[in-house]
């Protein structure tokens, strides 16, 4: 039967695999090693779908996945080493940008080829790349160095290659210690013993949830309308395809929704749940056990900060497979904002002290002063980390690479501004809840553009499949990032949306009730 093909095109493969995976699963046992290799597993996807690459297949201990632009691939690759520490692996990864082609539902090609190739070159902890992809990510924050030339085994000619040596100012790590690997394998083995005991109490959980559905179906069929928790759109049409009363009701908790490794993550009053993407249905539920004042997904991780002293938070690193608290770190506080962004975990108090955190490395703590001295929503975007200096009206663009201010940005209006959204490729998107805009920067310089008038109470808001997503009480506003054309999608009353994230890999939308008044 002929082989059908699906076309060629233009792309950027990443290469990578564990290195030395059979002596350490070898050392761990099958039990253990099947463990580590769904961890391993989850780092991978999570930083693939930050970066936007697809995967294309999955060996176990190795992956290959393509991007569109190699940009996105150095930093995926970069992101995935660093990650892998964590459980006590290295990886080594190559990445190459040249023709590939699809036969039967599979890549292929010499592009393929040469990626493979390359990263069979590679070291532990080493990203190596192509004369080609470093070519063309000149102007990126990048820093490669020479590491030879080489003929790539069946593939034509002679490839001068470099090894990935900093990106964004921060040095790619070496090769770890055995002892501190092995240490670190250690310590994941103890957190799975642990973890056994949470997931017993978590099945007891689940027939207590079963108790509360029956006890909703009965509700129901009495006449009384359960309370919305959950709103699914679709973003090709807009549409709002489901909504799914469970009892998980973030009552008037707005900003509630992040997506995190395939996984949408909600916080209620009394607990944190992860939802499937697809269905919406609780499969993680984690009930808080301390006084939590702020927390965030990202970079794998669960982050959450508890007060410590008056001056003082704890900043806990929480696995999102087994829920267990993986490091522990104290920041300034009282931690008024806390967010993920640029490789790091940045943290703010009100009166403005900035703090990042090295996710790897979680006692490597920066602080800075800002002027920031009523600091609300804090993102770090573009290489700044933005600060709402919500009650005096202005924006604190600061530069971390510099460790100052690079400008201070004067807003219309004073103690309005909810929070500032991801940016596109130029752009960085602020909130105004009152005069309900959407306002346009430019994180160079710091202009802002037209406002965009929304109306509603827009209070939280995402950016994927091409558009913006805001939530704003009575409706979701999507709008167009080419054309910033406005679509108004009403919410059933009496809902109340008061928090929205997106899943790019189920390409679904999803939006919490917080049950707010009209």
């Known amino acids: ?54 995967e294309e297949s999955f060996t176990g201990d190795g992956f290959l996945a393509t991007f569109a632009e190699p940009a996105h691939a150095v930093r995926a690759a970069e992101g995935i080493v660093e990650d892998v520490r964590l459980l006590g692996i290295e990886v080594r990864a190559g990445v190459h940008t040249g023709e590939i082609e699809t036969i039967d539902g599979h890549v292929g090609g010499v592009g393929v080829h040469a990626g493979a190739r390359v990263m069979s070159i590679a070291g532990a ?26 003929e790539l085994r069946g593939v034509p000619g002679t490839w001068p290659l470099f090894a990935l040596q900093d990106v964004d100012e ?37 027939l207590i949830l079963v108790a509360a559905i029956v006890a ?73 056990e301390s006084e939590i004042e702020n927390g965030t997904f990202g970079l794998g ?33 009282p931690v008024r904002s806390m967010a993920t962004g640029d490789g790091s975990l940045w943290t703010v108090t009100e009166g403005g002290v900035l703090a990042r955190v090295d996710p790897t490395h979680v006692q490597d703590v920066k602080v800075w002063q800002t002027s920031a001295t009523a600091a609300g929503a804090l993102v770090p975007e573009a290489g700044y980390v933005w600060i709402c200096d919500c009650d005096h009206g202005r924006i604190v663009q600061f530069d971390p690479r510099r460790g100052r201010e690079s400008r201070v940005l004067e807003l219309p209006e004073h103690g309005l501004i909810v929070s500032v959204a991801a940016p596109t490729t130029d752009t960085v998107w602020v909130l105004d809840p009152q005069g309900s805009t959407l306002t346009p920067l430019d994180p160079k310089t710091g202009e802002p553009g037209q406002p965009i008038g929304l109306g509603g109470n827009p209070v939280q808001a995402t950016i994927a499949f091409g558009s913006i997503w805001i939530a704003a009480g009575a409706d979701v506003y999507q709008v167009d990032l080419n054309t910033l054309h406005k679509t108004t999608i009403p919410i059933p009353d009496p809902a109340y949306a008061g928090s929205i994230t997106a899943d790019p890999g189920s390409r679904t939308i999803w939006v919490a009730n917080c049950g707010c008044p009209r």
């Open 1 to 54: 039967m002929p082989r059908r093909r699906g076309g060629r095109r233009l792309a950027t493969v990443l290469f990578l695999d564990i290195v030395g995976s059979t002596s350490v699963a070898s050392e761990m046992g099958d039990a253990r090693w099947h463990g580590l290799l769904s961890r391993f597993g989850n780092v991978v996807r999570g930083r693939l779908k930050a970066e936007g690459g697809r």
């Open 125 to 150: 902890s080493q990203v190596l790349v192509t004369g080609t992809v470093k070519d063309l990510t000149v102007g990126a924050p990048f820093r490669f160095r020479d590491a030879g030339v080489h």
């Open 170 to 206: 921060r040095s790619v790590p070496g090769p770890m210690d055995p002892e501190e690997a092995a240490d670190a394998r250690a310590a994941i083995a103890s957190d799975e013993r642990a973890g056994r005991r949470r997931r017993w109490l978590v099945a007891v959980g689940a």
């Open 216 to 288: 909703t179906v009965v509700v129901a069929s009495s006449g009384r309308a359960a309370t919305i928790t959950m709103i699914k759109i679709d973003p090709t049409t807009g549409r709002i395809t489901e909504t799914i009363a469970d009892g998980y009701y973030s009552h008037h908790h707005q900003g509630s929704l992040w997506d995190q490794n395939g996984t949408i993550w909600q916080a209620t009053a009394t607990q944190v749940v992860g939802r499937d993407p697809v269905t919406g249905a609780v499969r993680i539920p984690l009930r808080l």
């Open 301 to 333: 991780f669960g982050w959450a900060s508890t007060p410590k002293t008056d001056d003082t938070s704890t900043i806990e690193k929480v696995d999102l497979v087994s829920g267990s608290v993986v490091a522990r770190v104290d920041v300034p506080g």
